[in-house]
């Protein structure tokens, strides 16, 4: 609240008067959503309405990148151009691995005529395009009529749990489907509790399973549902232990598998979180907190080593509406940015 009126001082100068506050919620009916603070206040002669978003701010990733740009900074093929050179330093800079970046730079340079091959801006535009096609996106609201069981996997913290909420009240709310939810995390209570609390607010059964084989029960009682959205527990890249229970899991289980990554993610760790998840197969990829970066290597990096396609982003930590269906141009674009 404090934030909310320092903004409306700001923007209005420190005559201004306050003349009410209130908390909200943005959705589902005021229930759900961070809290926003709407501040009125007033100038002579005219009255203002001032709102201040007090979500968390983005920190930004300058320290990263610089260590890739820095790391990736060597001239990857002397006998290339300036102009590749430089696009080389861009898509580091831009926290793209190395080895991805020059792949792309020699994919395009072989679509494009050698005349070309010195023009910065041509390259950077087919490049553009050749980012859009790797990227390959799915559209995951389309429904084919048939139960889709769906489960979130991947490490601590990345935003599994309120994914499937996001997820659980569109579909529910907006999309009008039967939807149940599952959950496996029984390790800690406030993961359940964290899930009951969602599928109370939405409306829809939750079940809690303890085994491989509670599992596979919870699903049959679900029959009845369009959709089922099993949360799993966060586990690390580097646990066998962890991974090989997960995969008892979801062993005879018909379920698509959506792998979670965070947009923070060190680009040095996805390559283990890919390696270590890549024991279950992988068929969608979410990649969540993308408000809380500047540079989206990540993104192109995860959808290059598990060679399957986005379905989900999120922006944000309010239910249901930081959740966007990712398409391939916005994404390239979201890249590649303008750096
Ligand atoms: N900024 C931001 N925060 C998010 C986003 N998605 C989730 N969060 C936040 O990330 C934190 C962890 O979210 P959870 O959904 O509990 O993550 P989880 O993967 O289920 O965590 P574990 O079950 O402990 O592995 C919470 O504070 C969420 O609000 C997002 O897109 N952006
Ligand atoms: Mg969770």
Not at 113 to 131: C, F, M, T, Y
Not at 137 to 152: C, H
Not at 208 to 237: C, F, H, N, W
Request: proline share 4%; charged share 25%.
């Amino acid at each position: 609240m404090q934030e909310a009126v320092a903004s409306l001082r700001l923007e209005y100068g420190s005559d201004a008067v306050i003349l009410h506050t209130t908390q909200k919620r943005r959705w589902l009916w005021g229930r759900l959503g961070p809290k926003r603070y709407e501040v009125l206040g007033a100038i002579d002669p005219n009255f203002k309405r001032a709102q201040a978003d007090t979500r968390p701010r983005a920190p930004e990733h300058a320290a990263a990148s610089e260590d890739n740009y820095k790391q990736g900074a060597s001239r990857f093929d002397p006998s290339m151009s300036e102009a590749v050179q430089s696009l080389y330093g861009r898509l580091v800079r831009r926290d793209i691995p190395k080895d991805v970046a020059q792949g792309l730079l020699k994919d395009t340079l072989t679509r494009l005529p050698k005349q070309d091959w010195n023009d910065e801006g041509k390259i950077w535009i087919r490049l553009g395009s050749l980012v859009a096609e790797r990227v390959v996106t799915v559209d995951p609201w389309e429904f084919s009529g048939d139960q889709r069981i769906v489960v979130l996997i991947g490490p601590t913290g990345v935003g599994k749990t309120t994914t499937i909420a996001k997820i659980a009240a569109n579909f529910s709310l907006v999309g009008a489907k039967n939807v149940g939810l599952i959950t496996v995390d029984t390790y800690r209570i406030a993961a359940v509790e964290q899930l009951k609390t969602y599928a109370e607010i939405i409306g829809i059964p939750v079940q809690v399973a303890y085994s491989p084989r509670e599992l596979k029960d919870s699903i049959a009682r679900m029959a009845d549902r369009d959709l089922i959205l099993i949360d799993t527990a966060g586990r690390s890249q580097n646990n066998y232990l962890q991974m090989g229970e997960l995969k008892n899991y979801l062993e005879g289980i018909d379920a698509e598998i959506h792998l979670v990554i965070s947009a923070t993610t060190k680009s040095s760790d996805v390559d283990e979180i890919v390696k270590a998840f890549g024991q279950v197969s992988i068929d969608r990829v979410i990649i969540t907190k993308l408000d809380e970066t500047t540079t989206y290597g990540v993104v192109l990096q995860t959808c290059e080593r598990t060679n399957a396609p986005l379905s989900f982003v999120t922006t944000g930590q309010g239910v249901p509406e930081d959740i966007e269906v990712a398409t391939n141009e916005k994404i390239a674009q979201l890249i590649l940015g303008d750096a």
